[in-house]
């Protein structure tokens, strides 16, 4: 089961995710309409986080035979090739201006820096996110295992109560403790801390399949309503932090929402182009260092004559993003149709009739 109009909502966070790292000075992003949801936009992270939970489920959830090899085969041919470029690009503008990181390098290449207080945002910063999915692959299978063969609703309860409980120690550790940076680190990048929001994507993915996803119809102004929610919480956040799942509360049903619509939103978002965009969107999250890095605001002032911070992100951007799409083309997308092909041929093997 595939869901096609969430596919663009990822080049959206992914977007906003380059916006908050590197287009705060432009006038779009930081005058005071707007400001609120681009300086916050790191929360796309943890919409990540709910969407890949949700999305695993939605692909798994109606198959009768679950091959833990096949997944794990299937999230590596995903995630890891356009991962490693990234890391080979990082390297290379280290060895540039002679500034290896050689422990970084090595947790990265492991996908284990987030584990490693002071390390999350080692050698490529984006990357730490990874290192957080790696917990929730692992865990998938158990979670799926627990799910489909165990009351669905004793389930729930013990998530809900998780996520909960998340909320409640994160807020109160963030709170005594922020003023240390090791305990701070700690708790925003630990992968343990991040685990509820992919079990909340989990159970309201399995939701959708099992008990709403006959209930489609036009939803565009209740998707627009929880748009203009979330908006108004990042502007007031009240002093709370958002950064490990606490926007579920709005992200989880504007993701139900729009998995269910057929209205204008949906009708836009499957346009061939968009979809598109969305498949590349990984490219853009995991590339944006090291390409924003190799064609640094002064290089283009340099060789361009461009000063202008709006001009100098877009023209940055419109790389990143061809180099996204480039990666995706030649070589996430072959590595991926070639274990598919691979799949097929063995199965034919196994089942020759």
């Known amino acids: 089961m595939r ?16 916006i908050f790292h590197f287009g705060k000075k432009s006038f779009l992003f930081n005058n005071d309409f707007v400001k609120p949801i681009f300086f916050n936009a790191d929360v796309c992270v943890s919409y990540f986080f709910l969407l890949s939970g949700f999305v ?9 035979n679950f091959s833990p090899k096949e997944y794990f085969r299937n999230r590596f041919a995903r995630i890891y090739p356009i991962y490693f470029f990234a890391i080979l690009l990082v390297l290379f503008l280290q060895i540039r201006t002679k500034s290896l990181d050689l422990l970084g390098m090595f947790l990265n290449i492991f996908m284990i820096q987030s584990w490693i207080p002071g390390q999350a945002l080692s050698f490529n910063p984006p990357g730490w996110s990874l290192s957080v999915e790696m917990l929730f692959y692992a865990a998938f299978p158990i979670v799926f295992n627990i799910l489909k063969n165990n009351s669905y609703k ?5 998530i809900v109560v998780f996520w909960i409980f998340s909320q409640i120690l994160f807020e109160t550790l963030f709170l005594l403790f922020a003023g240390n940076e090791l305990v701070r680190d700690l708790l925003m990048y630990n ?3 991040h685990l509820n929001e992919f079990l909340i994507g989990n159970l309201s993915g399995y939701f959708l399949i099992k008990k709403w996803q006959h209930k489609n119809g036009s939803y565009d102004f209740l998707i627009l309503l929880i748009l203009g929610l ?21 992200f989880i049903p504007l993701i139900i929402l729009i998995s269910l619509n057929n209205g204008i939103i949906t009708t836009l978002f499957k346009k061939r182009i968009f979809i598109f965009l969305g498949e590349i969107s990984f490219g853009i999250y995991i590339l944006q260092f090291p390409v924003y890095s190799l064609v640094s605001a002064y290089s283009v002032n340099k060789y361009l004559h461009l000063s202008e911070p709006t001009l100098v992100f877009f023209l940055r951007l419109i790389i990143l993003i061809i180099i996204s799409s480039l990666s995706y083309v030649y070589i996430e997308k072959p590595i991926r149709d070639k274990i598919r092909i691979k799949k097929k041929i063995a199965e034919i093997i196994e089942n020759p009739a």
Do not use: E
């Open 154 to 158: 004793k389930a729930a309860v013990y």
């Open 3 to 18: 869901i096609d109009q969430l596919t663009f909502t990822r080049f959206l966070a992914a977007v906003s995710i380059v």
């Open 191 to 193: 992968p343990i801390l």
């Open 56 to 64: 695993m489920i939605i692909a798994y959830g109606k198959k009768s």
């Open 230 to 250: 979330i908006f108004l919480a990042l502007k007031f956040p009240l002093n709370l932090k958002f950064h490990n799942g606490m926007l579920a509360v709005l």
